[in-house]
């Protein structure tokens, strides 16, 4: 070739080819385009003549590839699978299309510039990363503690030989020899030149590994890993230990339904159980429970499990059925009459220590054992509820208790109102059911107080214009009582107040010893009102409730009065 002797007479005239040091290396990626670059790309001066690129054929040859000459276009010289492969740029970068292993040789760019002459040789390599990782052969089950073959990982046409690394949860496994043994095998592709890494792992499961993920990976040439798809192993290994769970733990109660299940931790796990039920074996196939209904107290006692296969694997458990029952007498409603007696028994009875409390009316009594009443009173009328705990457990009793009786009148009083305008009558009754209160004057009905334990008090205010007796009657399903006062006329009063202002009390005895020309005259009148009254039954004091009666009703009444009107009078 005249132009690389021409390079030759340039070397022989000048004598200055200088061999710059230090041999560059580029590396390619497989079957891309490589750009091989001359002097490290430094640029090239503008004095440049001649560049050249040819490759070293090995034995000492070179074979040019491309050559150009200064304000020329570069030319192909390859005559070999190179001619249609390369290519120059302007700052004298050769170029090479799909690379492969074959490419990888050293590539030298002569350049001269005036009596100057250089060159630069560049290695190149070709990398590739494996096409393929794959993960095969992977066994289906390991037996605990036995070293198996968990597969066999490819790493398939690289350059350079893929290195294969394990993994067992994203963690580097490293052979030991023992538990961990991996071998790996490297196969150069004939044509290609690639390389094909298989490495097999053979590894010793422990229990520990039944969900463990094991992976095969490489780096890439960015040092990053490229990892297999994971694979996972059933292992398997004895039982060795059983237990006894019931479900729902806690406490059971009559009625309850509870499951034992009788847990193996061999794998895959035994299918078969013995159940030990009140002295019963019961042998449950395909299934690691036993499931009891409506247990009774008689359920409390020891149960035990086995394995079908291996009877020396056993556990056992004890179940206690809570109850607790509890009985009150009386349960509803019961009636009694005041001063009546009444017994009220609890019975218990219970698989433990159990409280007691009682309320009434909601409210907590401060008594250990039940109530006792003697000697009834319409205040001892209530809900009662016993509340019986035993741990978690609670019952609950209750009764209501009715007093009832006829009413009788407590008190029956009398006051002068606010300005001495009029009087005040109070009567005061008690008795169940709520005593009707009923007066034998129409007065204004002041009010009524709540009817609480029984007790009812009723207020009215009266003007008297004359003396007289008035009944309160109070009366209900039971009886009827009936009591009179003896009320004197306001007029007579407040003519008494001017010479003392002393209470209603006994103004008789005052009216007698200050006026006692007047005693006369009142009495008249006074008797001659009571006549009146009585004929007449008409008039301010019209006695309602004793209209109708008949005389000798009114006579019983009378009697009645007289003697209430004795404790009642002030
Ligand atoms: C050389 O030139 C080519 C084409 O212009 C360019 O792609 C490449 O990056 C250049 N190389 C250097 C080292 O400058
Ligand atoms: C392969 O990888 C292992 C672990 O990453 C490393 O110790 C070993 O040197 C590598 N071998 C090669 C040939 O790169
Ligand atoms: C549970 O057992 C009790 C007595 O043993 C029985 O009276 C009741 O009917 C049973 N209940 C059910 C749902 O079987
Ligand atoms: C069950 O109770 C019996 C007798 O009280 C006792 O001997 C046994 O150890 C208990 N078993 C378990 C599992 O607690
Ligand atoms: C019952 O109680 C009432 C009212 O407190 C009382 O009057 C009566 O004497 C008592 N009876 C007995 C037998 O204690
Ligand atoms: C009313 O009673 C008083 C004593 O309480 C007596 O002094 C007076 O005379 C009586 N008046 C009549 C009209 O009876
Ligand atoms: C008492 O009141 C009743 C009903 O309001 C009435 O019919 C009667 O006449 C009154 N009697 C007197 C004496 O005022
Ligand atoms: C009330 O008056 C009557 C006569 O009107 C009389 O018989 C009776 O004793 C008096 N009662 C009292 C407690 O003063």
Redesign the pocket.
Known sequence: MHLLSAAGVAVLLFGIVSQVSGLETVTGIYGETLEVPCNRGVAQPEYLLFSQWKYDTGAGQAETLMVKKKDEDATVHAVDGYKTRVSMADNASLFITAVTLKDQKTFTCMVVAGSTVNEYPVKVVVHKDPTNLELLDQAEELEIGKLAKIGQCNAIDANPAANITWYKNSKILSADGKGIVIDASVQVDPVTGLSTTSSTLKYSAGKGDADARFTCGTLDLAGQPQVSSPVTFTITYPTEHVSLRMHPEGVLLEGDSVTLRCVADGNPAPTTFNFFIKGEIMNVVDSDSYTMTNITRDATGEYKCSLAEKPSLEASINITVSYLNVDLSPSAEVVKKA?DSLAVALTVKSSGDYKVSWTKDKVLLKIDNEPTF??L?YADAGLYECHVTLGPLLRTASFRLVVEGAPVIRQLTKRRGEGGQHKVLICEAEGYPKPTVTWSVNGTSLDESPFINGKVSHKITVVPSANLTVYCSVSNQLGQYVQGINVSSLYEEVRMDKQDQSDDGDQTKLVVGIVGGLLLVTLIIGLAYWTYMKRSKQGSWKTGELENGSSEEEKKLEEKVEENSQKADM
């Open positions: 001063g003697k000697n009173s």
